[in-house]
């Protein structure tokens, strides 16, 4: 059965500066059944642009009014099986979080790069190598959660969003879903946050004048609107996957949209 989300919610992320920083990079989208997306603009305050913070609070408001959304953001929400053997950590997600988060302490307001120079935590304890890929990765041809410094790379978004996906999953007041962590499955009238890769889709749409940032938002809530809608989101909700690729999908993470 097809899950009956009512809201689409596309966030194009961005791992610069500090959580707390305005950055034009941050871009959210928001859609329903009928009205295709627009874009969702940022709390007024002094601050022009969206800060992490602040969308991962509006994220909370929004996924605790109840009414079903689905919500893709373009970074990392897992590590490699490297990462978990080469640490010694169970294939719990919620506990990757919690120790992710000890280690890189991203939700404060520090840049990425504080900790990656050691300056601030414990990032040397809990480091990757850009050639550890997850199988999500390998699949859709996407670079490493670990390749820093790179065009195009997600590493520092990654490496800035994980600590958020914590807050959010504590301070949202009712059950979200973050697929596939909790099961491939989705509950009837339930919240979903996924992964996404925007290059899937943002060349399918026309820009209509959109930076790169606001095209890659938009194209993740219309397709996420157009599957929810054709009742094709329900195939890559549960893909076709070998018994163990599953299982190393539901530790490392798999991009919604992917076969």
């Known amino acids: 059965m097809n899950p009956a989300f009512e809201c689409y919610v596309g966030i194009d992320y961005s791992g610069a500066q500090t959580p707390t920083s305005s950055l034009k990079g941050l871009r959210v989208y928001e859609a329903d059944r009928l009205i295709i997306p627009q874009e969702v ?26 009414k079903p959304t689905l919500v893709g953001i373009d970074h990392g929400l897992s590590f490699p099986l490297r990462y978990f053997g080469q640490y010694g950590l169970p294939h719990d997600w919620p506990l990757f979080l ?15 790069d504080f900790v990656r120079d050691g300056s601030i935590g414990k990032g040397a304890a809990r480091s990757g190598n850009p050639r550890w890929r997850r199988l999500t990765e390998v ?46 499955c989705v509950p009837p009238n339930c919240s979903v946050v996924a992964e996404v890769y925007p290059a899937l889709w943002s060349r399918s749409f026309p820009t209509a004048g959109r930076t790169p940032d606001q095209q890659d938002a938009y194209a993740t809530a219309e397709w996420l609107r157009r599957a929810g809608c054709d009742g094709s989101l329900e ?25």
């Open 41 to 66: 603009e940022p709390p007024p305050s002094p601050r022009k642009y969206w800060t992490r913070r602040a969308i991962a609070e509006w994220l909370v408001e929004k996924l605790s009014d109840g």
């Open 98 to 112: 919690d120790d992710f988060q000890r280690h890189w302490p991203t939700d404060e307001d520090i840049y990425v």
């Open 139 to 184: 699949r859709v041809r996407a670079k490493s959660v670990f390749h820093f410094d790179v065009q195009g790379a997600v590493a520092k978004s990654t490496h800035a969003g994980i600590p958020w996906l914590r807050y959010i999953r504590r301070n949202v007041k009712r059950h979200v879903h973050f697929w596939p962590f909790d099961g491939w």
């Open 235 to 259: 195939k890559f909700l549960c893909p076709e996957l070998e018994p163990h690729e599953r299982k190393t999908a539901e530790i490392e993470g798999w991009i919604l949209g992917t076969a």
